[in-house]
């Protein structure tokens, strides 16, 4: 099976654009989260998507949002962005069944922001 | 308050010897516990997860449970220095709560 694909890998952009990050789940996979990792931070959750449908939501600001498609592709979008948003992106698709469950990471898209 | 704790490390082990790694959390009902590793620059990988009190092992690994106490481990046994990385303890209260991460432990194993 394929692994979790991101695209882009790498993105520069300048403060007040916005930006669209792209995630492929394994195939088969209904569940995408997505986290945001800096040196600072660590890895910090910023929403989950299960067949369509927001499933949960970290504590960002509502300029990150996110949808995921019929076919459990994913984006997510940064409006408006800061310095701040610097940071490597990763999305994670999720599987589980009975007592097994899984979560894979994609690569990321390395996000920088001048 | 974290949701999830691990010591941020760096842990150094000789290399052959077992390598330790904690981590504890807070939510009594988490019914989901896994462990990651992340190489520097790279994306994180699942290693084990565990959902039953006990000892879970694969290969050199091995992973502890304890929900009364609240903790989790992971042993590494006969380190090597390919195991130098970041191990991120990661908790799921139910399959429909979200993943919380720990921030994670450097572990270096030293020649």
Not at chain 1, 25 to 34: N, T
């Amino acid at each position: 099976k394929a692994g979790v694909t991101q695209t882009p890998r790498y993105l520069i952009k300048t403060r007040g654009q916005q930006v669209t990050l792209s995630c492929s789940p394994i195939s088969g996979h209904r569940s995408v989260s997505w986290y945001q990792q800096t040196p600072g931070q660590g890895l910090q959750f910023l929403f989950e998507y299960f067949s369509e449908t927001q499933r949960n939501k970290g504590n960002f600001p509502g300029r990150f949002s996110g949808r995921q498609f019929s076919n459990s592709r994913s984006e997510m979008n940064v409006s408006t962005l800061e310095l701040g948003d610097s940071a490597l992106y990763l999305c994670a698709s999720y599987t589980s069944g009975g007592s097994f469950e899984t979560q894979y990471f994609g690569p990321g898209t390395r996000l920088l922001v001048l | 308050q974290k949701e999830v704790e691990q010591n941020s490390g760096p842990l150094s082990v000789p290399e052959g010897a077992i390598a330790s790694l904690n981590c504890t959390y807070s939510d009594r009902g988490s019914q989901s516990f896994f462990w990651y590793r992340q190489y520097s620059g790279k994306s994180p990988e699942l290693i084990m997860s565990i959902y039953s009190n006990g000892d879970k092992e694969d290969g050199r690994f091995t992973a502890q449970l304890n929900k009364a106490s609240q903790y989790v481990s992971l042993l590494i046994r006969d380190s090597q220095p390919s195991d130098s990385a970041t191990y991120l303890c990661a908790v799921r209260y139910s399959s429909a709560s979200k993943i919380i991460f720990g921030s994670g432990t450097r572990l270096s194993i030293r020649p």
